[in-house]
Nanobody, 128 residues
C-alpha cells in the first residue's frame, strides 16, 4: 500500500524558514515524480515544486523560485522542501504527492507531477 507522510509544518514569521519532509513507502520506482502542492483557504490546490527520482530533475512554480528548494534522499525514500524567506502568502496546507510512472520526457524536461497518490498534508502558517 502506497503511503506518503508529511512532516515539518508549523508557524513562522515572515522571512523565516521551514523544511518539510515527505516519507514514501509501499512502492518501488526508480523513475517516480514527487511533488509538493499547497492549498490555501478559498483557493485551488497548486503545485509548487517537483523532483524526478531518476535524474533529480526539478521544477518550481514561479511564485517560489529562488526561495524553495526540493531535494531527495533516495536511500531513505524521503523528499524535502526547504522553504526560505517565507511570506504570508505561503500560508497553506502543504501536500506531498507521487506519480509512480511519469512519461519519460517529463523527467527529461522537469515538469510538474500528475499525482497518483497523496499524503494527508501539513499546515504552514506565515505571520507578518
Amino acid at each position: 500500500q502506497v503511503r506518503l507522510v508529511e512532516s515539518g509544518g508549523g508557524s513562522v514569521q515572515a522571512g523565516g524558514s521551514l523544511r518539510l519532509s515527505c516519507g514514501a513507502s509501499g512502492y518501488t520506482s526508480s523513475s517516480d515524480c514527487i511533488g509538493w502542492f499547497r492549498q490555501a483557504p478559498g483557493k485551488l490546490r497548486e503545485e509548487v515544486a517537483s523532483i524526478y527520482s531518476g535524474g533529480g530533475v526539478t521544477w518550481y512554480a514561479d511564485s517560489v523560485k529562488g526561495r524553495f528548494t526540493i531535494s531527495q534522499d533516495n536511500a531513505n525514500h524521503t523528499v524535502y522542501l526547504q522553504m526560505n524567506t517565507l511570506k504570508p502568502e505561503d500560508t497553506a496546507m502543504y501536500y506531498c504527492a507521487a506519480e509512480l510512472h511519469p512519461p519519460q520526457q517529463n523527467a527529461l524536461y522537469g515538469v510538474g507531477c500528475a499525482p497518483d497518490y497523496w499524503g494527508q498534508g501539513t499546515q504552514v502558517t506565515v505571520s507578518s
